[in-house]
């Protein structure tokens, strides 16, 4: 099976290539029948735990249904808190954005990111920390307020209808030679990402570094860049999830899919977010 470029989809289970129509519908009852034996094979610790079927895409369709719940529900409620008292705002950025992050290690180093305490948490504290970015980029560092938040949010589901459209339509072929492509361009994006956040934190550039968070033509070409990154590496967690679902993993593994799909979405929805601020700044 094709490895995923973001990293939780890399340390799921891993089973026979394959297609199992990402976006169509649960497999049929049938169908769980004949990739019984897979299953038991590749599992079979789930197997003598009693897991009664493997992973559909409606276990898919739902777990992610809960965990962007979670995340918008907690976003809303940092987003009011943070507009009714500022003060909060940086200690949400910090304790989410921090919190978030180690619960990605664990999950993901762990080989824990099927657990849904862990998945649940993380969607919590990225909440926790999304409404109090968005309220920071909407009204301090931008004027774009409310309004701007609606764009990246609509955006943001529009980037992911638009690249789930082309997984189904097979426009763009997730091959091997594009899964490297893409696993070389992300760590090649967050490197550069990085460095420059090293050399403004030393005063290069007047405190910029390169200028990639500036808001200058720089800037928005490196957002753009980031933001056709995140997009495409939607297909390959389509693949990812498909072939899962093909290999006939447990049920409990569509949280796994579910934490790396909303990875893929907090990413996609800041950089939107970003960019347009740099639109917005007076």
Same mark, same amino acid.
């Given at each position: 099976?094709?490895?995923?470029?973001?990293?939780?989809?890399?340390?799921?289970?891993?089973?026979?290539?394959?297609?199992?129509?990402?976006?169509?519908?649960?497999?049929?009852?049938?169908?769980?029948?004949?990739?019984?034996?897979?299953?038991?094979?590749?599992?079979?610790?789930?197997?003598?735990?009693?897991?009664?079927?493997?992973?559909?895409?409606?276990?898919?369709?739902?777990?992610?249904?809960?965990?962007?719940? $979670?995340?918008?529900? %907690?976003?809303?409620?940092?987003?009011?808190?943070?507009?009714?008292?500022?003060?909060?705002?940086?200690?949400?950025?910090? $304790?989410?954005?921090?919190?978030?992050?180690?619960?990605?290690?664990?999950?993901?180093?762990?080989?824990?990111?099927? +657990?849904?305490?862990?998945?649940?948490?993380?969607?919590?504290?990225?909440?926790?920390?999304?409404?109090?970015?968005?309220?920071?980029?909407? +009204?301090?560092?931008?004027?774009?307020?409310?309004?701007?938040?609606?764009?990246?949010?609509?955006?943001?589901?529009?980037?992911?209808?638009?690249?789930? $459209?082309?997984?189904?339509?097979?426009?763009?072929?997730?091959?091997?030679?594009?899964?490297?492509?893409?696993?070389?361009?992300?760590?090649?994006?967050?490197?550069?990402?990085?460095? +420059?956040?090293?050399?403004?934190?030393?005063? $290069?550039?007047?405190?910029?570094?390169?200028?990639?968070?500036?808001?200058?033509?720089?800037?928005?070409?490196?957002?753009?860049?980031?933001?056709? %990154?995140?997009?495409?590496?939607?297909?390959?967690?389509?693949?990812?999830?498909?072939?899962?679902?093909?290999?006939?993993?447990?049920?409990?593994?569509?949280?796994?899919?579910?934490?790396?799909?909303?990875?893929?979405?907090?990413?996609?929805?800041?950089?939107?977010?970003?960019?347009?601020?740099?639109?917005?700044?007076?």
């Amino acid at each position: 099976m094709r490895e995923s470029s973001n990293p939780v989809f890399r340390s799921l289970p891993k089973g026979q290539g394959g297609y199992a129509q990402f976006g169509t519908g649960a497999a049929s009852f049938g169908a769980q029948q004949v990739q019984a034996e897979p299953y038991a094979t590749q599992y079979p610790d789930q197997q003598q735990a009693g897991v009664s079927r493997p992973m559909t895409i409606d276990d898919v369709v739902t777990k992610t249904g809960i965990t962007l719940a $979670v995340v918008t529900a %907690l976003g809303v409620l940092s987003y009011f808190m943070v507009s009714m008292s500022p003060g909060l705002m940086m200690p949400f950025v910090l $304790v989410g954005g921090l919190g978030g992050f180690a619960l990605i290690m664990i999950a993901t180093f762990g080989r824990k990111q099927d +657990n849904p305490a862990i998945v649940l948490s993380y969607a919590a504290l990225e909440g926790v920390f999304l409404g109090a970015a968005s309220f920071l980029f909407a +009204n301090l560092v931008s004027t774009g307020g409310p309004g701007m938040i609606a764009q990246a949010i609509f955006g943001t589901v529009g980037v992911f209808v638009g690249m789930l $459209v082309v997984y189904r339509t097979g426009a763009i072929r997730v091959t091997p030679k594009f899964t490297r492509m893409m696993v070389a361009a992300l760590f090649g994006v967050v490197a550069i990402a990085l460095l +420059n956040m090293v050399l403004a934190l030393f005063g $290069v550039g007047g405190g910029e570094g390169f200028g990639l968070r500036s808001g200058g033509p720089l800037a928005i070409i490196f957002s753009l860049v980031c933001i056709g %990154l995140a997009a495409f590496m939607f297909l390959i967690d389509f693949d990812s999830a498909d072939q899962m679902i093909r290999a006939g993993a447990p049920e409990k593994a569509a949280w796994g899919v579910a934490l790396g799909l909303t990875v893929t979405l907090v990413w996609l929805y800041l950089e939107i977010l970003r960019l347009l601020s740099y639109f917005n700044n007076d």
